[in-house]
């Protein structure tokens, strides 16, 4: 049975209808595609619109979790695969 992403747990209204847009519409779009490069293409259509919450969020939709309790160490990870400087408005401070 193919779950819709409008149905989805973590992902709000407007994330859903975003996805729709970039032809992501079931759970398993979002599986096939990958949290990262869903991300990729939502920044890409959308820009600054999303933030790495969405990321987070698509990323627990798939580990079937709330994107709160998402390991430090996935997040960290996650915005290393994005490149992201980023985190709600403070910088990532990186070794020199």
Not at 7 to 31: H, K
Request: charge should be positive; include cysteine.
């Amino acid at each position: 049975m193919m779950v819709r992403v409008k149905n989805m747990r973590n992902l709000g209204p407007v994330t859903a209808r975003m996805l729709a847009e970039i032809d992501i519409v079931s759970g398993d779009d979002l599986r096939n595609l990958g949290s990262v490069e869903a991300y990729h293409r939502l920044k890409f259509r959308f820009g600054r619109h999303v933030t790495i919450l969405a990321l987070y969020a698509m990323e627990a939709t798939l580990c079937d979790c709330d994107w709160r309790n998402l390991d430090p160490d996935i997040k960290a990870f996650l915005r290393q695969q994005v490149g992201a400087g980023q985190v709600l408005g403070t910088a990532i401070r990186t070794p020199r």
